[in-house]
């Protein structure tokens, strides 16, 4: 039942993230929105990336595509954004053969099998698969918080699922009107703070 559990709630961050490229250009899924070039498609290349090798090689059971991207050699942030090469359905495609990957994984193993982050400080490397879907769950949906964000920059949107904003009030009014709310907060909290 708790592996079950984990399973669904590392699933549905996986679906929230891809959600977050529907309806939008092959521009927009790539552009970067912040500073440090977040963008919706590298977050999912890199959370697809990240997946492979914590459900893969940690547990023995690589994942058998090559991942050029994350190699020791490769760019800094490689793993981060799609060339122009990479479509957003070799992203998405890539991350669905992962899942499929990992869930073998997953149903494979017990909880408390052992496994080996090769990746991580020695003291802190030996790990279980409990561990390691806690992990990806708390990876996902905090890469999952950034497409949030990145999504409503890019259009507005903002929510949880298409069938479940989890967000309350609608309507541009009420927005514009809640916006100035908390800048107005913000400045007299400013004010007060000096």
Known sequence: MAKADLKRYLQLGR????WKLDGLSEYDVRRPMVPTGTNLLGLVKHVASVEAGYFGSTFGRPFPQALPWVDDDAEDNADMWATPEQSRDDIVGLYHRVWAHSDATIDTLDLDSPGRVPWWRPETADVTLHQILI??????DRHGGHADIVRELIDGAAGWRPDQANVLGSGEDYWTAHRARLEQAAVEGQSRAS
């Open 15 to 18: 679906e929230n993230l891809v």
């Open 135 to 140: 992990h990806m769950i708390a990876e996902t």
